[in-house]
């Protein structure tokens, strides 16, 4: 394994990178850090060239020191790496950034994942209000009471006292991120997602745990409807953070799908050489 710094827009990004073969980029969570993929990292890498790294201002990668954009910071990741294209694989904000990418860059994605998530402008059904509070909490500084709260909503199941005190430390120091984009760090695309989502034509995966925010589980449907051909999986006993609620079903899930669409991928390489 392999880590260190790529400077990027605003500052520099930690990134962790393993295994040979194409290219799987781990996105994580708001309110959350690349730890929340150590369960999948052997796995995975030991079929793919594997790329976690932190977002500003959380794990090992420091705070901005101004605005940037998400996607500009994966390209120059992926650029830095020697990477073109990755598979996309991102849960909740993460699986958001990744959907936007694959709109923005699909020339460099061979494949999606998108887990816990939904897509900027598709409507949503009623929102929790203490989902609306944490944002509130975060936004104001507040990262105890917002941290709680992220508990609370996204993250209420007890699975096995490692695993919950694992979540449980990593959103407390992981949800002042939950602040950048109020705080104006954050430039999202001047376009919105959800009128976009059928041009994204890669293989997808959209993922969810059944026990997740229903408001969540209803804009994660909307958007496996919205992209073609999109697959769906609901994991049985997993709230929000799917790879560590429920990590072997995710892990064989996600490594099913990858191994199924580099075998088409592949094949067409092969037909167009035809």
């Known amino acids: 394994m392999a ?4 400077d990027v827009e605003g500052g520099r990004l930690f990134y962790e990178v393993a295994g040979a073969g194409p290219a799987v980029l781990l996105l994580h969570a708001g309110g959350a850090d690349r730890r929340m993929w150590d ?7 030991g079929a793919f060239r594997v ?25 120059a990741l ?3 790496l020697g990477i073109d294209p990755a598979a996309l694989v991102g849960v909740s904000l993460g699986g958001a950034v990744a959907v936007d990418f694959a709109i923005e860059h699909p020339d460099r994605t061979w494949a999606l994942v998108a887990v816990a ?15 609306i509070e944490c944002w509130a909490a975060a936004a104001a500084g507040d990262f105890d009471r917002a941290a709680e709260l992220f508990m609370q909503v996204w993250c209420p199941m007890r699975t096995s ?11 407390r120091e992981s949800i002042g991120m939950l602040s950048l984009l109020p705080r104006g760090l954050v430039r999202l695309p001047d376009w919105q997602a959800a009128d976009r989502l059928e041009e994204i034509r890669v293989p997808t995966l959209a993922m969810w745990g059944d026990r997740d925010d229903p408001a969540l589980q209803q804009v994660a449907e909307r958007l496996t409807a919205a992209i073609p051909g999109a697959r769906r999986v609901v994991v049985p006993a997993a709230d929000h953070i799917v790879p560590m609620r429920a990590p072997d079903r995710f892990t064989d899930e996600v490594l099913t799908f990858l191994h199924q669409a580099q075998s088409a991928r592949s094949e067409a390489r092969g037909t167009d050489a035809e």
């Open 78 to 80: 992926l650029d830095f």
């Open 3 to 6: 880590s260190g710094y790529v």
């Open 117 to 131: 998530c939904g897509a900027r402008g598709l409507p949503e059904g009623t929102p929790n209000p203490r989902g």
């Open 51 to 75: 790329v976690r790294f932190d977002f500003p201002g959380v794990g090992a990668s420091p705070l901005p020191e101004r605005s940037f954009s998400t996607s500009d910071h994966i390209v």
């Open 39 to 45: 369960q999948q990292w052997g796995p995975l890498s």
């Open 161 to 171: 006292p490692e695993v919950d005190e694992a979540i449980r430390r990593m959103v």
